[in-house]
């Protein structure tokens, strides 16, 4: 049986999935492994971690309880690693996906997981050089992470269209504003959590996947949004990485306001028409981004994501007021107003002449200066 480990209500944390850049050719580069041991040497090197492939490094940042204090320590740890990677002549950018890379080119990480993960999924392993958020928000006890995880849900597309950053994959416009996710639905256990009323229902149905041998720990579940039992939070795993830091830091923000506010009214079930519109819901963010069209599954009326969002933004107020988040939403009310995010940015870039190894560059001097 899982144990959830309680953790403090609103609590944050993040994880950014980052590119390693090769400065001459503006491919990725299979330094990661040089780069960590150049960092083993910082105070904060545990925040560092290895991803799947050589190409990739994670940036964590530790439990915080205020979006001043997650911006602080960001910035720092950003700052470190442009740093580092400025000394071994390599550049670092956000993005959900490079541009033109191939997966064929990937080399895995060393290491027992990424080496079963490998073993399990062939060339998807490799093919799984793309960059993601994600969003750890602390929950008292297991019902609530079962309860949160699932009324997120129906807010996941409007992470997807501010988040959105990977129009391009493969030198290809895929025609999404969010190309990423297309590599993380391939894994059989990608989707999202079932309708289950607590962490009781969610122990019973985890253990019948251990017992048929479906899955062995918590990682396996590929999910929009989990359960994360051994750190007590939920995890938002499904927007990209974005082009800037300030982009990452308000997305948190969002998060945990968003968090506030469905904690604290009354409990409500997730509706069945929720499980039948998520998918819908989620593609339609990935496919045009603001200007998607949503089912709401409480109406059941339709909508565009554009002003489902500005309205929910206009809806947390109260609950902004008390984390001191609304800097933040506002400058995301912003984006969204004038239908703007990363992908539509990287899009205009080519539209006026720029090729994708500019585009590159664009993003690692916009990863890097950004304050």
Known sequence: MLTFTASAPLTLGVELELQLIDKQSRDLTPAAPELLTQLQHHPQHALFKPEITRSMIELNSSKQSHIDGLQTELFALRDVLVEHCTALDIGIAGGGTHPFQHWADREIYPGERFAQLADDYGYLARRFTVFGQHIHIGVPNGDAAVYL???????????????????????????????????????????????????????????????????????????????????????????????????????????????????????????????????????????????????????????????????????????????????NLDRLATLAGQTDNDSRRIRALVANGKTLADVVDVSCARWRDNH
């Open 149 to 327: 995880s699932q009324q997120l849900l129906r807010y996941i597309p409007h992470f997807v269209a501010l988040a959105a950053s990977s129009p391009y994959h493969l030198g290809i416009d895929t025609g999404l504003d969010c190309a990423r996710l297309a590599a993380v639905w391939t894994f059989p256990l990608a989707g999202h959590m079932p309708s289950l009323r607590n962490w009781q229902a969610f122990n019973q149905y985890f253990a019948d996947l251990q017992r048929l041998g479906v899955a062995s720990s918590i990682k396996d579940l590929y999910w929009d949004v989990r359960p994360k039992p051994e750190f007590g939070t939920v995890e938002i795993r499904i927007a990209d990485t974005p082009l800037s830091i300030q982009r990452a830091i308000d997305l948190a923000a969002y998060a945990q306001t968003l968090a506030k506010q469905l904690l604290e009214q009354a409990w409500q079930p997730m509706p069945d028409a929720l499980q039948l519109v998520h998918r819908h819901n989620l593609f339609q963010a990935c496919r045009h981004g603001y200007r998607a069209t949503l089912v709401n599954p409480f109406s059941q009326e339709k909508l565009d994501l554009k002003t489902d969002l500005l309205r929910t933004l206009d809806n947390l107020q109260a609950s902004s007021k008390s984390l001191d988040t609304q800097a």
